[in-house]
């Protein structure tokens, strides 16, 4: 009943911002306004070679040639909320968001443009249903459902194993694939452990295969054998956020303060970190360390030493973080108010 007001109520907000003559964040650009989007929710920051590119709120997606010193904001077709970005190189990126919004530029973020949305999404979805006789009745249900809510549910992660191989994942399970660089695309959920339809929140490569977690301990895995994101046993049940690898451990993060190294291989041992703050994001410093940032504005540097891995609170303190990137000496951190630079130098 409380889904069904929900969904209801979305409907109703729909049709009022309609009928008021409101275009929907899919039917206008982002606005270009500097200032507000500097100081605006940043979710997303990632680098392109030497630029930075940071996104969030309202289709904002800004860049930065100087290490995050002064900031130009891109045009975008779309005004939905962008959460993650995925760069292969200088040139090639991709970002994804809310309404099953993902852009693709060329140009090393220079001009972007929509090669997927949640509209999109839906008539692709109807139509592989129809052409695929032979899925199995819960992947019929989860298909139908999407079909039905249309262009509601946003992509987490995207990530690409190459130029033309990537993925998109998100909320409820939702997933496309693509294997032509985004100019086409597949749905994916069917192919991956997930009855329940958890979020899934990020999307990793370690040691060349392509890992996801989510809600509920979420821990997957490709297997090319079965042509499936298979489930791990996980060591956490609550909620992850994210992993990146470390050479041969990987780092995974959520909820609560909650931080393990290991592999499903080897084992995971909890990093004993001074918050019981979610953490949001990392970054990848070495293949013996990272940088981990928390919804109360901490910073921890995770170090390898020998076989274990030690913390390091750093402090740069003030806004919630999303996500962070070492330039040179200084910390560039994106999150509830905008971007702020932390000198590395200074703090000590």
């Known amino acids: 009943m409380f889904r069904k007001t929900l969904i209801t109520l979305g409907a109703v907000l729909v049709s009022s911002a309609t009928l008021a003559g409101i275009p929907l964040p899919l039917d206008r650009p982002a606005v270009e306004d500097l200032d507000h989007a500097l100081t605006n929710r940043l979710l997303a920051i990632e680098p392109a070679d030497s630029r930075l590119v940071a996104v969030g709120r309202r289709g904002h997606i800004l860049t ?37 919004v993902v852009l693709k530029t060329e140009d090393g973020g220079e001009s972007w443009r929509k090669v997927l949305d949640g509209r999109q999404a839906a008539v692709l979805i109807g139509e592989f249903r129809e052409n695929h006789s032979d899925l199995s009745e819960e992947a019929v249900f989860e298909y139908e459902r999407f079909e039905m809510e249309g262009s509601d549910k946003p992509f987490l992660t995207v ?41 899934i929140y990020a999307a990793f490569e370690h040691q060349g295969v392509l890992h996801a977690v989510g809600e509920k301990g979420l821990l997957l895995r490709w297997d090319a054998e079965v042509e499936r994101l298979v489930a791990l046993e996980s060591p956490y049940e609550g909620s992850w956020f994210g992993g990146v690898s470390l050479g041969d451990q990987i780092l995974l993060f959520g909820l609560r303060g909650s931080a393990y190294t290991g592999s499903p291989e080897s ?3 909890r990093l004993k970190l001074d918050t019981e703050d979610s953490f949001n994001n990392a970054d990848v410093i070495s293949q013996d360390a990272a940088l981990l940032v928390g919804q109360a504005g901490k910073v921890f540097r995770i170090d390898r030493q020998g ?41 000590k």
């Open 267 to 269: 084992g995971w041992q």
């Open 159 to 199: 990530h690409f194993t190459d130029d033309k191989r990537g993925v998109v994942l998100g909320a409820f399970n939702y997933a496309f694939f693509t294997e032509d660089g985004g100019e086409t695309w597949v749905p994916f959920s069917h192919r991956i452990d997930n009855p329940m339809g958890f979020h």
């Open 307 to 347: 076989e274990d891995f030690i913390s390091e609170e750093l402090s740069p303190g003030g806004m919630p973080l999303y996500d962070v990137e070492l330039s040179g000496n200084a910390l560039v951190l994106v999150g509830a108010r905008g971007v702020r630079q932390f000198s590395l130098q200074s703090d």
């Open 64 to 100: 930065s040639d100087d290490g995050g010193q002064s900031w130009a904001q891109q045009p975008v077709p779309v005004a939905s909320d962008l959460v993650a970005t995925h760069f292969r190189n200088a040139q090639l990126g991709w970002v994804v968001g809310h309404d099953g």
